[in-house]
Every structure is written in structure tokens, then in C-alpha cells.
């Protein structure tokens, strides 16, 4: 079992940056791959960006590609988003889920059916 913790949301100005954190509990996590998910009020909740178990293989969202990093210390148990050049339309809560049990690079990255454990999501609000 894996327990995810979302952290790091909050209100920023157009332009600036953020860095969401997901603590994860239980042993195994660093076996899993992991993503990040939004859902704004009204939308259907949307793939961001995915990372496979090692760190080695990342997948993002076009929409967001150039302006976010996710990566991982399993040291730690953590995986990040960095977002920058954030834009009002980022504006949603954001989950982060694990899922792909040793799964390779994780290709399936983008598919939410493929996450097991999920967040409770922490929400991003960006002002213009």
C-alpha cells in the first residue's frame, strides 16, 4: 500500500513558479511509477506529467511541456513539480498518483486507469 501527500500549492501571479512535493509512505514506492494529475472546476481531470520508477523515462502533457519538470528522489520518497511561466489556465487542484508496479519506462504514463494510489490533491491558483 502507498499513501501520497500532496504539498507545495498555493496563489501565484502569471509568470511565476511553483514546486508541488508528494511525500509517499510505504516501502515499495520507489517500485512504482508516478504521476501528476489536475482537474479544474468544470474539466475532466488531466494527465501532466508521469515518471517511471527509476527517474530515467519522464512523459508530459503538450500543454505543459517547457514549463514543468517532474522527477523523483526515492531516497526520500518524493516526487516533484516544478512548474514555471505559470499561466492562469494552469489554475486547477493538483494530484499526484503512483501506479505501473516495475513497470519499465512507464508508457503508459498518460493513462490514468494505470495509477493505483492517489493524493488528495492540493490546489494551484495562478492570477493574470
Known amino acids: 500500500q502507498v499513501q501520497l501527500v500532496e504539498s507545495g500549492g498555493g496563489l501565484v501571479q502569471a509568470g511565476g513558479s511553483l514546486r508541488l512535493s508528494c511525500a509517499a509512505s510505504?516501502?515499495?514506492?520507489?517500485?512504482?511509477?508516478a504521476g501528476w494529475f489536475r482537474q479544474a472546476p468544470g474539466f475532466e481531470r488531466e494527465f501532466v506529467a508521469g515518471?517511471?520508477?527509476?527517474?530515467?523515462?519522464?512523459y508530459y502533457a503538450d500543454s505543459v511541456k517547457g514549463r514543468f519538470t517532474i522527477s523523483r528522489d526515492n531516497d526520500k520518497n518524493t516526487v516533484y513539480l516544478q512548474m514555471s511561466s505559470l499561466r492562469p489556465e494552469d489554475s486547477a487542484v493538483y494530484y499526484c498518483a503512483a501506479g505501473g508496479y516495475y513497470s519499465g519506462s512507464f508508457t503508459r504514463a498518460r493513462e490514468s486507469s494505470v495509477y493505483e494510489f492517489w493524493g488528495q490533491g492540493t490546489q494551484v491558483t495562478v492570477s493574470s
Open positions: 515518471i517511471n520508477w527509476s527517474g530515467g523515462s519522464t
Open positions: 510505504g516501502r515499495t514506492f520507489s517500485s512504482y511509477g
